[in-house]
């Protein structure tokens, strides 16, 4: 049985889909404990105070990197003292680069990649032996319909995104037998500040809730049943 106010670790979690899942939870799980990390301090204070007021029973923020072993560490650690071990880890935090194969150096793919694929290892890596030892828990990772097919421009970025989605699957057949379920979400085009200056309007986007609510769902399954991949796509496809 899942906890009634269960403790959520987010990365990425001061904007865009990773605020919206911290929200989701909170107001679907009243008193639920939250540790969030992001690149920024002022969103995640922000981000805090939202939660605060939407019925979450403690936040504890960091702004840190999740490329750097030492932060992610520092706020497994801390995030283990003030909120408690993690009952979901949700891997969102990424970054998109434009560029294609003449484009993008090799010191800007590596980066795409240690945000994107090496960044969610290292997390995961870290806060996963409290799940094991509990014998459950919830991984969600935020792949992209990147990670299922190419676009132009794009190079890093899917090819972050496709070995993400592999390291989902691959993480999912290793835990299913300890009680720990994983779930890759794929989400299209969604309205965060990664689209910022298109000139595409916002009604052609969907909203970051949603992919929250499709999360949140999905967490409140019982223990005998994963959902494996989420796939999402604006109504009118693919941009």
Known sequence: MKAQAPVLYITGGGTGIGRAVAIAFAEAYPGCKLALIGRRSPPLEETADLLRNRGAGAVYW????VTSSSDVDRWVREARIRVGP????VLNAGWFAPGGILETDPE???SVVAVNLTGAFRVARAVLPDMLERRRGHLFTLCSVASIRGYPRSLAYCAAKHGLLGLTRALREELKPHGIRVTAVLPGATWTDSWAGTEWPEERFMPPEDVASAIVAAFAMS???VVEE???RPQLGDL
């Open 108 to 110: 800007r793919f590596e």
């Open 62 to 65: 960091m702004a840190g990197d």
């Open 86 to 89: 993690a009952d979901g880890l």
């Open 230 to 232: 989420i796939l999402l």
């Open 223 to 225: 223990p005998r049943t």
